[in-house]
């Protein structure tokens, strides 16, 4: 019946939509619901780009982007789509530009279509470093039901490289067009991410140029200034090629994900030789060895690596009689403390390392290539490490604008050491959550460069010590301690550090239920190189119930998962959980007189394929004491798909062994 009823819509969804912009019908306006997504927010009714390289009349490549889109919002937490915003390059001898026209909401009022036109108010312009800026507009009257439609045109200089289209999104797509458009001299390859795949069709189709020329000649005495125009008719052959996707269904966000564009269904194209006729093929494709080499010899990057006397008193301070096997942890905490990050991202210096220095704020690379600086004038072999952040998709080539974070690395051993100072809680191998993505390149000052892998190599241990008694009215009380070790103790200071004592005890009480904490100590709260370290006495008065007499809780009180975090039946792509875990729980209960177990969880230790996971649970009691040891562990930061049925399965085991309660009754 399911594949009937699909045979059926999909003719009509294809029928009653006109893939142009200004004709909306009141069918699509009183459309509640999208009908084969009821849950989505809003939909992509119609995207179509079109990215062509035209000859000037002067004869200068030109790269243009057309860009037309239509939106149906069906639910308030749609109205983010009525928002739209496109990043353009301003860091070369010609800017790029942003153009935003036929911009306009339509909604249905008194059975009527009312237009709404973007004015100035809702077109913004953000310079978000020297090298990018961004075109923003906020669509006005944006409401459940509306529909939005857009236009705009990117007009660049520079062709090596088109903008990604997009052929999916979290929303559905009713319908997605990318037509390129290129004179066949220019030689292309393609690249296509996800798991969909698009129509395509290619032509070519003759073109021709008006090349205008022109001759100004000099006054005399005889005869005034004048100019002579030459006109010559170009004519060259144009490669197109369209790719198509109808009804692509929305790319579901699931926990434990990394960026989503990293595997919506997308095309890039890059500029790989240009073959002139009658000319040799000239190759244009660069490696990642040409990018780093370029990257390095920037002034704006190796250029601020041999600057050294801004610091060189500093530095001798700070080791003054510190020994060797101290100088990486002193000079990282000093650059450290120094430092503020101003926000900015980016691998090239903005105001200089020795401007940044001197006002003590600085964008990633001033700060990470002062660290670096500084390390290789102690005589520690420091490298500058380039990457990706994980708010912009991985790069399938090798491209000039692929890197956009610094980080430094220190080769020991057959290993690398990672450090980022722009985060006052980070700490050796122990980056910001940002600079996580897969695959970094370190840019040695010899001229080589290596691939480095970023995931962290150590698992985020969080242990739990606790110690409590059950009283006759379910009453639990008692002491924990909790201990954070390597990126846990990382996460746990990014989100409480700068709390204080009694706001972090007020949080976590508003956090859990029922719970009342007193005694609190904390250790090493701002310390990045030892553990967190955490003692405090509960009462918990949320724990437990009282049925019938007896006492039922869960052995792990708040710290378990209360619910399997993977719910789909398959995914598609990988989970990520940023560092492999170590979760360890001691737990002692005393039960009280008059009481007896009637029923304790049963035993587990279970494991994944390939030991990704594996979770453990013993438990005993003897008398009135109920002892519990319990291992949950994951190995791997990043796993792949193919293993998300067996995963699903590990964690669902998991959680009901975590919610499984303890039954005490009377004697």
């Known amino acids: ?10 003719p009509i969804l294809c029928l009653s939509q006109n893939y142009e912009l200004g004709k909306v ?34 004869g200068e490549l030109k790269l243009f982007t057309e860009v037309e889109t239509k939106i149906k919002i069906y639910k308030k937490e749609g109205y983010e789509w009525g928002n739209k915003e496109v990043s353009f390059y301003i860091g070369g001898v010609e800017d790029e530009n942003v153009q935003f026209s036929k911009a306009v909401t339509y909604n249905l009022v008194n059975g009527k279509i009312e237009k709404t036109k973007l004015n100035g108010d809702g077109e913004f312009k953000e310079i978000n470093s020297k090298y990018w800026s961004t075109k923003k507009i906020t669509m006005p009257n944006v409401k459940e ?10 007009e660049s200089p520079y062709f090596s490289k088109l903008n990604p289209w997009y052929f999916q999104y979290v929303v559905p797509v009713n319908y ?21 795949t698009p129509k395509l069709t290619n032509e070519k189709k003759e073109k021709r140029v008006t090349h205008v020329g022109k001759t100004r000649t000099v006054a005399t005495l005889s005869s005034a200034a004048s100019t002579k125009y030459d006109y010559n008719e170009f004519v060259y052959n144009e490669l197109i090629t369209k790719s198509v996707l109808e009804h692509v269904p929305a790319l579901k966000q699931e926990p434990f994900s990394n960026n989503l564009k990293n595997y919506i269904s997308s095309v890039e194209f890059e500029l790989s030789s240009i073959q002139y006729k009658d000319s040799p093929m000239e190759l244009v494709s660069t490696s990642w060895e040409d990018v780093v080499k370029r990257v390095y010899e920037s002034n704006e990057f190796g ?16 080791l003054a009689n510190k020994p060797d096997s101290d100088k990486i942890n002193v000079i990282f905490k000093f650059v450290q403390e120094r430092m503020k990050w101003n926000g900015y991202t980016g691998i090239y210096t903005e105001a200089g390392v020795k401007k940044a220095y001197a ?10 290539l002062i660290l670096i600086s500084m390390l290789r004038k102690a005589g520690i072999d420091a490298n500058p490490v380039v990457l990706t952040t994980r708010e912009k998709p991985f790069n399938l080539f090798p491209s000039n604008t692929a890197f956009n974070y610094v980080i430094c690395g220190i080769e020991v051993d057959n290993d690398v050491l ?14 910001p959550t940002r600079a996580l993505n897969y695959i970094g390149r370190i840019v040695r000052n010899n001229g080589s460069s290596s691939e480095i892998n970023l995931a962290p190599k150590k698992h985020a241990k969080e242990t739990y010590l606790i110690n409590a008694t059950v009283d006759t009215e379910g009453l639990i009380s008692g002491t924990i301690n909790e201990k954070y070790f390597e990126r846990a103790a990382y996460v746990f200071r990014n989100n409480n550090a700068n709390l204080t004592d009694e706001s972090y005890i007020e949080k976590y009480e508003k956090n859990n239920n029922g719970i009342e904490i007193s005694d609190y100590v904390i250790q090493n709260k701002r310390d990045v190189f030892q553990p967190v370290i955490i003692d405090y006495k509960v009462r918990h008065t949320g724990a437990s119930e009282l049925i019938g007499g007896k006492i039922y809780f869960k052995p792990l009180l708040h710290f378990g998962m209360d619910e399997n975090p993977f719910k789909h039946d398959k995914r598609e792509y990988p989970i990520d959980f940023i560092s492999p875990f170590a979760d360890s729980y001691t737990i002692n209960y005393y039960i009280p007189d008059g009481y007896v177990v009637e029923s304790i969880p049963s ?8 030991n990704i996971g594996s979770f453990s649970f013993l438990i005993g009691n003897t008398d009135n004491h109920i002892q519990i040891v319990c291992n949950f562990r994951v190995n791997a930061p990043f796993i792949d798909a193919e293993y998300y049925p067996d995963l699903k399965e590990f964690f669902n085991q998991v959680t009901l062994k975590m919610n499984e309660k303890i039954i005490l009754k009377k004697l």
Do not use: C, W
């Open 359 to 368: 006002e003590k704020v600085g964008n990633v690379a001033e700060i990470n």
């Open 145 to 154: 039901g509306s529909i939005i439609e857009y236009k705009y045109v990117i």
């Open 303 to 318: 250029g601020q690596l041999g600057k050294e006397s801004y610091f060189e008193d500093d530095l001798k301070s700070i």
């Open 176 to 196: 997605s067009e990318f037509t390129v458009q290129i004179p066949e001299s220019l030689i292309f390859k393609s690249y296509y991410r996800g798991f969909l």
């Open 25 to 58: 019908t009141l069918d699509e306006l009183k459309e509640k619901r999208h009908p084969l997504d009821t849950s989505a927010v809003a939909a992509v009714l119609f995207e179509k780009g079109k990215s062509y390289i035209e000859y000037s009349n002067s």
């Open 1 to 10: 019946m399911k594949k009937n009823f699909l045979a059926f819509i999909l």
């Open 603 to 610: 035993e587990l230790n279970v494991k994944t394929i390939d």
């Open 418 to 431: 990672l450090l980022d100072a722009t985060d006052s809680n980070a700490s050796i191998d122990i980056l």
